[in-house]
Structures are given as structure tokens and as C-alpha cells.
């Protein structure tokens, strides 16, 4: 499948609801890996679908990365693309921080105090120690990568404009490859730190959110060679399946970050030709709205249910564990969606660059065009004039 050449103020709202699909699969392996579920039979099942699901954090590298070159407003002051990703992360960041410490502390759970300054200043996942990349809320590790990556953005997306289609290409290749040789890699790192390398680290997480930003700017050019839609979903289930039932987990992360990228660029190419998706339903597109908030919430919410019942490592039998599930799932939404109305957006509103700054990137000159090779159909696209905003930071509505 050839993409469509990028239109003006196109909107990808088909990758928004993708995001709730990647929220679920980590919200899904944070079940099975609690423990929730204590029947035998059924704990079995959830082990076996969901072992994969941690890899719902490198659909969302990818995803950041494509969304955030794909919206990015070329001429933009780069403080100002700065203040923008600020105001997007730390108000959730900062209310689920203070909640995780209100909840060490009525547990009477020791908190580091530099682990939690780290965490508070979103630096935590630089820190090779136990006990500071998962400091307080755990999952905001992730967030500490995602700053890392928006500080590297506007240094490096000069040199992606202008970058030929084959260099572009060699880096959507090379970074599987990439990431499967991390592997034998990590044998030069001491073996308490393998993990964090592997998993945590911001260079190492890098690889997946400049694949996701170079396909972004294949499709910008109207590039992009992939299949489409319905071909990439099926291809992601086949390997989910397959990689879930014989493939070694070291080879995990390589297949799913080639899997998940097709379904990426397939669903924002449809957004591009108008066509319909499953994925840019209001309700779904509504979930991956509240996808951030709820990905922030989650384990925290679940880890304190569970140690205020005495639940905690012990699982429910019968009937109550899927019942448990379906409740968290139902309550993790209902935080997740205040959390969204009344904290994110507002704030993302007050904090945000002021609208002269917005208008004033909104009218800046487009990036100089990119030489496209010599065979090309046709010439490079400008790139739109407004972002994608229903899919900022890999998914989350921005209204400014």
C-alpha cells in the first residue's frame, strides 16, 4: 500500500482510539502479574494472553513518536513545544505523585526521599537503583522517557525533514534489529542492572519513538509503504498469537515493534485518504482520550483496593477474580476520566502556551522542502498547518 500524500490540518482521531487498545493490554498484564485471578484454570489463560501485554508501553514510544512529528508545528519556538508537552504530562503526573504518597504513607511504606524527588522531577528512569525507577506511582517511569524524548525532539526533527527517504526507511529497519540485539547487549551491563537497560533506560526506550517519528515522516511525504488497515490488524494478531505461544520473549519486542507500527501508519494513512476505521468511533476515540489518566491510575488504584481488603498476593477464587477485574476495569475508568475532566484539561488549558504564541506557530512558515528521489511521483508534502490535536502526545487531546 502507497500512503496518501498529508493534507492540511489532517487529523489522525483513529490513532486516539488505538490508544485505549495498548492501554488495556498493559491494564490486562498488570491483571495477570497481581495476581488478581487465583483459579487455577483461569490464571493460566491470563498468564498465557496477556504475558505480552507490558509491550503496550512500546506501542505508546511508537505511537508518541509518530503522533509528535506528524502534529509537530514547523517553525514553532522550541520552549514553546516544550510548554506545551509540560502542561500535557505533569498535572496527572503531579496529583497521581501526591496520591501515591498519601497511600505510602497511610501503609506506613518507607519512601526514599532522592527516589522520590527523582520521580517528582520525572528524572527516575535515568537512575539504575532499585527502589528510584519505580519510585511512588511506578508506571510513571514511562513519563520520565517521554520528557526525554520531547527535549531530543526539536534538536533532532530539523535533520528529519530534511532526510532522504532511504535514510528514513534504514531507520524504521534498523530499529527491530535494534532492539533484538539489546539482548546479547545486555551481558556488558552488571546483572543487577539488565533489566533497567533493557526495559527503563531513555536511550535504550529512544529506539522505538524515533522508529515511530521516521515513519511519521514517510507518511508526511506520501511514502509510506505498508499494508493496509485490515491486513496490518490481522498480521498484529497473528504475531501476538504466535509470539505468546512459541516464540522465545527475548524476540517479543522486535516483532511487536514491527507489528505495532503497521497498524499505526495503516490507520493514520486511512485517516489521511477520509476512510472509515473502528478505531475513530466517538467511544473509542473518548478512551484513548482518557487513556493517559487511566494508564497513571491504574496500578496504584488496584495495589491499594487489594492491600485494604487483604487480597494482596493472595488473588480471589471462583467468580469473585473476574468480578474483581471487571470492577477495577469499571473504577480505574471512572478515576481516570476525573482525573482527565478536571485536571488535565483545565490545566493543560491555563499552562499551555498563550494563544498568541499558539496562533503565531499555527501562521509560521512551513520547514524548506525535502529533495525527494528522483523516481518520486510525486514531490514532498508540507507539512499541516495545525497538529493533529486529538492525538498529541501519542493520543491525548490537546485544545490549544
Given at each position: 500500500?502507497?500512503?496518501?500524500?498529508?493534507?492540511?490540518?489532517?487529523?489522525?482521531?483513529?490513532?486516539?482510539?488505538?490508544?485505549?487498545?495498548?492501554?488495556?493490554?498493559?491494564?490486562?498484564?498488570?491483571?495477570?502479574?497481581?495476581?488478581?485471578?487465583?483459579?487455577?484454570?483461569?490464571?493460566?489463560?491470563?498468564?498465557?494472553?496477556?504475558?505480552?501485554g507490558l509491550s503496550g508501553v512500546e506501542f505508546f514510544f511508537i505511537l508518541s513518536g509518530f503522533v509528535?512529528?506528524?502534529?509537530?508545528?514547523?517553525?514553532?519556538?522550541?520552549?514553546?513545544?516544550?510548554?506545551?508537552?509540560?502542561?500535557?504530562?505533569?498535572?496527572?503526573?503531579?496529583?497521581?505523585?501526591?496520591?501515591?504518597?498519601?497511600?505510602?504513607?497511610?501503609?506506613?511504606?518507607?519512601?526514599?526521599?532522592?527516589?522520590?524527588?527523582?520521580?517528582?522531577?520525572?528524572?527516575?528512569?535515568?537512575?539504575?537503583?532499585?527502589?528510584?525507577?519505580?519510585?511512588?506511582?511506578?508506571?510513571?517511569?514511562?513519563?520520565?522517557?517521554?520528557?526525554?524524548?520531547?527535549?531530543?525532539?526539536?534538536?533532532?526533527?530539523?535533520?528529519?525533514?530534511?532526510?532522504?527517504?532511504?535514510?528514513?526507511?534504514?531507520?524504521?529497519?534498523?530499529?527491530?534489529?535494534?532492539?533484538?540485539?539489546?539482548?546479547?547487549?545486555?551481558?556488558?551491563?552488571?546483572?543487577?542492572?539488565?533489566?533497567?537497560?533493557?526495559?527503563?533506560?531513555?536511550?535504550?526506550?529512544?529506539?522505538?519513538?524515533?522508529?515511530?517519528?521516521?515513519?511519521?515522516?514517510?507518511?508526511?511525504?506520501?511514502?509510506?509503504?505498508?499494508?493496509?488497515?485490515?491486513?496490518?490488524?490481522?498480521?498484529f494478531v497473528a504475531v501476538w498469537v504466535v509470539a505468546a505461544l512459541w516464540i522465545r520473549a527475548e524476540?517479543?519486542?522486535?516483532?511487536?515493534?514491527?507489528?505495532?507500527?503497521?497498524?499505526?501508519?495503516?490507520?493514520?494513512?486511512?485517516?489521511?485518504?477520509?476512510?472509515?476505521?473502528?478505531?475513530?468511533?466517538?467511544?473509542?476515540?473518548?478512551?484513548?482520550?482518557?487513556?493517559?489518566?487511566?494508564?497513571?491510575?491504574?496500578?496504584?488504584?488496584?495495589?491499594?483496593?487489594?492491600?485494604?481488603?487483604?487480597?494482596?498476593?493472595?488473588?480471589?477464587?471462583?467468580?469473585?477474580?473476574?468480578?474483581?477485574?471487571?470492577?477495577?476495569?469499571?473504577?480505574?475508568?471512572?478515576?481516570?476520566?476525573?482525573?482527565?475532566?478536571?485536571?488535565?484539561?483545565?490545566?493543560?488549558?491555563?499552562?499551555?502556551?498563550?494563544?498568541?504564541?499558539?496562533?503565531?506557530?499555527?501562521?509560521?512558515?512551513?520547514?524548506?522542502?525535502?529533495?525527494?528521489?528522483?523516481?518520486?511521483?510525486?514531490?514532498?508534502?508540507?507539512?499541516?498547518?495545525?497538529?493533529?490535536?486529538?492525538?498529541?502526545?501519542?493520543?491525548?487531546?490537546?485544545?490549544?
Amino acid at each position: 500500500m502507497t500512503s496518501a500524500p498529508a493534507t492540511r490540518a489532517t487529523r489522525l482521531p483513529s490513532l486516539t482510539g488505538l490508544r485505549w487498545i495498548a492501554a488495556l493490554l498493559v491494564f490486562a498484564f498488570h491483571i495477570a502479574t497481581m495476581g488478581i485471578v487465583a483459579e487455577p484454570g483461569v490464571k493460566a489463560v491470563l498468564d498465557k494472553a496477556f504475558a505480552l501485554g507490558l509491550s503496550g508501553v512500546e506501542f505508546f514510544f511508537i505511537l508518541s513518536g509518530f503522533v509528535l512529528v506528524w502534529s509537530y508545528r514547523d517553525g514553532e519556538p522550541r520552549r514553546t513545544f516544550l510548554r506545551r508537552r509540560l502542561a500535557k504530562i505533569y498535572p496527572n503526573h503531579l496529583v497521581t505523585f501526591a496520591v501515591a504518597l498519601a497511600v505510602a504513607f497511610w501503609f506506613a511504606d518507607p519512601v526514599a526521599p532522592w527516589a522520590a524527588i527523582g520521580n517528582l522531577l520525572l528524572v527516575q528512569a535515568w537512575i539504575p537503583l532499585d527502589g528510584y525507577f519505580y519510585s511512588v506511582n511506578n508506571v510513571s517511569w514511562s513519563l520520565s522517557c517521554e520528557l526525554a524524548f520531547y527535549l531530543c525532539l526539536p534538536l533532532v526533527l530539523p535533520w528529519l525533514r530534511r532526510a532522504r527517504v532511504g535514510v528514513l526507511w534504514a531507520v524504521v529497519v534498523a530499529v527491530p534489529l535494534l532492539i533484538l540485539a539489546l539482548w546479547p547487549a545486555q551481558l556488558l551491563v552488571p546483572e543487577e542492572s539488565r533489566w533497567w537497560f533493557t526495559q527503563i533506560f531513555p536511550v535504550t526506550r529512544s529506539a522505538e519513538f524515533w522508529m515511530g517519528a521516521a515513519a511519521a515522516e514517510l507518511l508526511r511525504r506520501g511514502r509510506w509503504r505498508g499494508p493496509n488497515l485490515a491486513a496490518a490488524s490481522l498480521l498484529f494478531v497473528a504475531v501476538w498469537v504466535v509470539a505468546a505461544l512459541w516464540i522465545r520473549a527475548e524476540f517479543w519486542a522486535a516483532l511487536l515493534a514491527v507489528a505495532y507500527l503497521l497498524v499505526i501508519a495503516a490507520a493514520a494513512d486511512a485517516d489521511v485518504r477520509g476512510r472509515r476505521t473502528p478505531w475513530r468511533a466517538r467511544p473509542m476515540v473518548w478512551l484513548g482520550e482518557v487513556s493517559f489518566a487511566f494508564y497513571l491510575v491504574h496500578v496504584l488504584v488496584m495495589t491499594t483496593v487489594l492491600r485494604l481488603t487483604g487480597n494482596w498476593g493472595t488473588g480471589l477464587r471462583e467468580w469473585w477474580g473476574p468480578l474483581a477485574v471487571l470492577g477495577f476495569l469499571l473504577v480505574n475508568l471512572l478515576f481516570a476520566a476525573a482525573l482527565h475532566h478536571w485536571v488535565e484539561m483545565p490545566l493543560m488549558r491555563r499552562l499551555g502556551p498563550p494563544r498568541r504564541a499558539r496562533r503565531a506557530a499555527a501562521t509560521a512558515a512551513p520547514a524548506p522542502s525535502v529533495p525527494a528521489p528522483r523516481p518520486a511521483p510525486a514531490g514532498p508534502v508540507t507539512a499541516p498547518a495545525t497538529p493533529a490535536r486529538s492525538v498529541e502526545y501519542a493520543g491525548w487531546r490537546d485544545p490549544g
